[in-house]
């Protein structure tokens, strides 16, 4: 008779996953922020890491914060007018050299091509101080 040693495998569940981290929050002080709707957190190649009504907490003597719920990767593209409201003056500046740097060149071109066009229906600037000579000479 042969008799084969069963290994027992334990599944960790959510739950000791929630336990683990709110007793780790707990060792560095961390204390919960209230009432935060969204957190995004920016990534170099454009995508945006979104946490819908997530858990909140932060340590301000070290500088330190943790989120915690559930998370979408999305393209800053598809969540940029949502973005907009939320930005500061400073905050919009660099998100927009970001988006310059990081876009297709056909799309370059196409900004590129409709500023012209906008130059070009502007009018021209008056050298001489003078409309009646100017008009005289033509």
Not at 2 to 13: A, E, G, L, M, S
Not at 52 to 75: C, D, H, I, L, W
Not at 110 to 138: A, G, H, M, Q, R
Request: charged content about 40%; proline content about 5%; some cysteine.
């Amino acid at each position: 008779m042969c008799i084969r040693d069963r290994k027992k495998t334990v599944h960790k569940t959510t739950i000791q996953d929630d336990k683990k981290f709110k007793t780790t929050v707990k060792k560095l002080g961390m204390q919960p922020l209230q009432d935060i709707d969204e957190v995004n957190m920016f990534k170099d190649d454009s995508t945006v890491i979104q946490f819908k009504r997530p858990e909140v907490f932060a340590a301000f003597q070290s500088n330190a914060f943790a989120v915690m719920g559930p998370a979408e990767t999305k393209n800053i593209m598809d969540i940029l007018p949502e973005l907009l409201q939320q930005l500061n003056p400073k905050e919009l500046q660099s998100l927009g050299e970001k988006l310059k740097k990081d876009l297709p060149k056909d799309v370059k071109n196409t900004i590129k091509e409709e500023k012209d066009e906008e130059d070009k229906d502007e009018i021209p600037t008056l050298i001489n101080s003078n409309f009646e000579e100017v008009s005289k000479k033509e």
